[in-house]
Nanobody, 119 residues
Framework: VQLVDSGGVLVQAVGSLRLSCAAS????????MAWYRQSPGKQRDLVAD???????SYTDSVKSRFTISRDVAKKMAYLQRNSLSPEDTAVYYC??????????????WGQGTQVTVSS
């Protein structure tokens, strides 16, 4: 299973941006999709996630600013980010887990997309 995340660019603070994550391969079902981010010199942290019933959760620093969503049929996840600040500058990674068509569990990561927010 491969994940491709995209949408990272240079934006100005207070701007908005949507990241996309596309899953492909021998996918039977995706149970959980998430977005992580990693700033220089820091560990990779969970930003938001969404499970198969549509329930979502967010880290406190992005609540009310970020929205995670998914298109089950297209096997895609999105992260809409509003009111961006320089503190949101990071490489953003998509993550997904589920079961392949042959019933094997998978856990995959996207290659990461750089988002830089200037003040």
């Amino acid at each position: 299973v491969q994940l491709v995340d995209s949408g990272g660019v240079l934006v100005q603070a207070v701007g908005s941006l949507r990241l996309s994550c596309a899953a492909s391969g021998s996918i039977g079902i995706i149970n959980h999709m998430a977005w992580y981010r990693q700033s220089p010199g820091k560990q990779r942290d969970l930003v938001a996630d969404i499970i198969s019933d549509g329930s979502t959760s967010y880290t406190d620093s992005v609540k009310s600013r970020f929205t995670i969503s998914r298109d089950v049929a297209k096997k895609m996840a999105y992260l809409q980010r509003n009111s961006l600040s320089p503190e949101d500058t990071a490489v953003y990674y998509c993550n997904a887990d589920g079961f392949s068509l042959r019933g094997f569990k998978f856990l995959s990561w996207g290659q990461g997309t750089q988002v830089t927010v200037s003040s």
